[in-house]
């Protein structure tokens, strides 16, 4: 079965074939439909790629900090431009696998109706796509379907993953700065959560809320690599964070799973947001970190549902601490990096390997 986010991209692209048969059926008679599927195809594929970074992403990003007054048109220049190569590729594909009898010249040609087609169908499917990332992949499926029109009860595992000192970047380097930094941080995030199946469901001041259903946060131990993933990939660049912003971004991070109701609130401006104990206790748990001495922390509860760890990766019992709002003490594990030189302590690996 593909990924959530693989069949949303897949029907995406179905749209942007189906656009090109639109067309055809408008404006040509529906006489050659093979043709106007590979147009859709070819002007839907490269001006997605474009907007999701895959071509020019230099530029992209370079746009995106422009003003608004430069920013529009330059973004309308450019998306005329990802046009104008998908109808030269697409009429390259056509002309070649003979689906036309017009001359390579005429088949790779842009006119101003097929460009107005085109503008209208990218902009509409580009609003699609900038709703599913304003409240994320996985939100806007449930809002479509209506999952969680009634409170549903779950089970789900939590990441509150919040950035080290950034209320001292802003006291030094200024809101705006401060606010650029946190975005950057937030937009690294992005691809190590994809890759591990997750979904980052809100941002809360300076700290980003992924979620997992209880299976597929699980599988694989993907809540755990997802963390040490993030991590990784700001080390890897950290030249460019300190070239940037002249400091490499550290983070906090606790996880934690277990039952919540989740559901649709709101009436102007509607949210899916999730209640229970497992959301506090995991703000709790974030919240020992610091007088622990450590970056992540991981309830037992869930390290012990967790089948295995990531190769590299073992717990280490910080013992029971009291939370706020809890009777009794909660057990905590840390969560380090084994290496050749220094392994995991004596007994540690058979303990994780007997985990259920």
Known sequence: MLPQHRWFWLLILVACGGAGLLYNMLFVGGATPLAGLAYGLAVGGTTLAFDRGLILGGLQTRMRRMPAKLYVPAAEFAYVLMIAAGIAFGGLVVWALGLTTDSLSEAVKITP???????????????VI???DLIGGEVFVNFLVGRYHRPVREERIFLFLDVVGSTAFAETHGDLKAQEYL??????????????????????GDMAMITWPMARGLKNARCVACVF?????????????????????????????GSIVTAEVG???????????????????????RPLGTEIL???????????L??????RSLGAHALRGRGQPFRVSTLERATAAVGPPD???ARIVALP
């Open 298 to 308: 991981i309830s037992d509860d869930l390290l012990a549902r967790l089948p295995t």
């Open 267 to 289: 009436v102007d401006r509607h949210k899916i947001a999730y209640f229970g104990d497992t959301v506090n206790v995991t703000a709790r748990i974030e919240a020992l970190c």
């Open 130 to 132: 900038r709703m599913r």
């Open 113 to 127: 109706r097929v460009l107005a087609y085109s503008l209208a169908v990218s902009a509409l499917l580009v609003f």
């Open 229 to 257: 993933d993030v991590l990784d990939r700001i080390e890897a660049e950290a030249a460019a964070w300190q070239s940037r912003f002249g400091t490499v971004p550290r983070l906090r991070a606790a996880l934690h799973g």
């Open 347 to 349: 007994g540690l690996v």
């Open 183 to 204: 975005g950057a941080v937030f937009a690294a995030l992005a691809e190590p959560v994809r890759r591990n199946a997750g979904s980052t469901d809100d941002y809360i």
């Open 310 to 315: 990531p190769e590299g990766i073992f717990a």
